[in-house]
Nanobody
Framework: QPQLVESGGGLVQPGGSLRLSCAASGFGMDYYAMGWFRQAPGKEREGVSCISREGGSTTYSDSVKGRFTISRDNANYTVYLQMISLKPEDTGVYYC???????????????????WGQGAQVTVSS
């Protein structure tokens, strides 16, 4: 049974940093591109970042480019999202998922077999 467990969220002041982790199990993570998504209060879930199977290629939404860094450790079935210079508009629940293919964040879609984990709450507020 595929499972994704996000962690590392919290409350941080504007300008602060957080590192999210996503532990994957129940499927061969190294066979899939992986994506981070987020859902802000009252808004639809949106793509934030995507990383290729071996980690050599990444894409980001314009709103986080230069501030967020996605990475992966296939040996430990974990994907990370390092976030710096956080802004209040980064507030939301962050989810990871295997994606159908490596692509832009606007086009990336979760793989057919994937289901959302519980997510990691990120709150940026003074």
């Amino acid at each position: 049974q595929p499972q994704l467990v996000e962690s590392g969220g919290g409350l941080v002041q504007p300008g602060g940093s957080l590192r999210l982790s996503c532990a994957a199990s129940g499927f061969g993570m190294d066979y899939y591109a992986m994506g981070w998504f987020r859902q802000a209060p009252g808004k639809e879930r949106e793509g934030v970042s995507c990383i290729s199977r071996e980690g050599g290629s990444t894409t980001y939404s314009d709103s986080v480019k230069g501030r967020f860094t996605i990475s992966r450790d296939n040996a430990n079935y974990t994907v990370y999202l390092q976030m710096i210079s956080l802004k209040p508009e980064d507030t939301g629940v962050y989810y990871c998922a295997p994606v159908a293919s490596f692509t832009t964040v606007q086009a990336m879609k979760p793989a057919d077999f994937a289901s959302w984990g519980q997510g990691a709450q990120v709150t940026v507020s003074s």
